[in-house]
């Protein structure tokens, strides 16, 4: 069912924030920092793939994405949703039934036999796409499947990201001519470790630091200190 009633901005966030807390989704490790696929050192990290296996928890995050939707986007500004390959697909058909509208999925590269389909289900040309995915730190991956759909006829206009870093990445959504929607951010999620007092006061302060300069603190810890977006 759509809702036609939409919550707060930051009552949202700040749910998502905690339940991420809760399923244990969030990782802080300033001493040993993560190693991003981009490259980058980084003291958190976040696995929005494990919201899947929590039914109450899933349930509420749909909601809430797809109450950002019909609040920022409009009620009939879409005529499929588009998952990523692989994390995006399971996201992508709980929200096309909340919404009521098809799906379809984006391959990472067409896969090299058969048709050699990059995108699979129907799309016809000119639809209006949302492409989603979990999460989004630059939005690279994110636009690999916005230009596939592009490239197969398609219209995208809006992303969203159940998840947004929040610290860099606006730059490249706007360039693309992409309205990114997203719930919550790291700012979100370091309140609540603050508020919950989840963490000693020093790596409070490392996760800080790197989001303030995500880069810089990344060439101090053994990471890129450059990142092509």
Not at 73 to 97: K, R, S
Not at 133 to 159: C, N, P, Q, W, Y
Not at 195 to 213: G, M, N, P, R, Y
Request: proline share 4%.
């Amino acid at each position: 069912m759509i809702q036609t009633t939409f919550p707060d901005r930051a009552v949202m966030a700040e749910l998502v924030a905690k339940m991420l807390w809760e399923i244990k989704a969030v990782h802080f490790n300033a001493a040993q920092p993560y190693k991003l696929s981009s490259g980058m050192a980084s003291p958190v990290y976040i696995d929005c793939r494990k919201l899947l296996s929590f039914p109450r928890i899933r349930s509420t995050v749909m909601d809430f994405a797809a109450s950002t939707l019909l609040r920022d986007a409009g009620f009939e500004q879409f005529d499929c949703i588009a998952g990523g390959e692989t994390a995006g697909i399971p996201f992508a058909a709980l929200l096309a039934d909340r919404l009521g509208l098809p799906m379809i999925y984006v391959r990472k590269q067409p896969k090299g036999h058969g048709r050699n389909a990059q995108i699979e289900g129907n799309m016809p040309e000119g639809s209006r796409v949302l492409v989603i995915e979990d999460l989004t730190t630059a939005g690279g991956s994110m636009f690999k499947f916005i230009e596939a759909v592009r490239a197969a006829g398609g219209i995208v206009d809006h992303g969203i990201a159940l998840f947004f870093y929040g610290i860099f990445g606006q730059q490249r959504f706007a360039d693309g001519k992409v309205r990114l929607h997203h719930i919550a951010t790291w700012r979100n999620v370091l309140a609540v470790a603050k508020e919950q007092k989840l963490f000693d006061d020093k790596t409070l302060e490392e996760v800080e630091a790197f989001l303030d300069a995500p880069l810089a603190w990344s060439g101090r810890n053994g990471g890129v200190s450059e990142l092509s977006l």
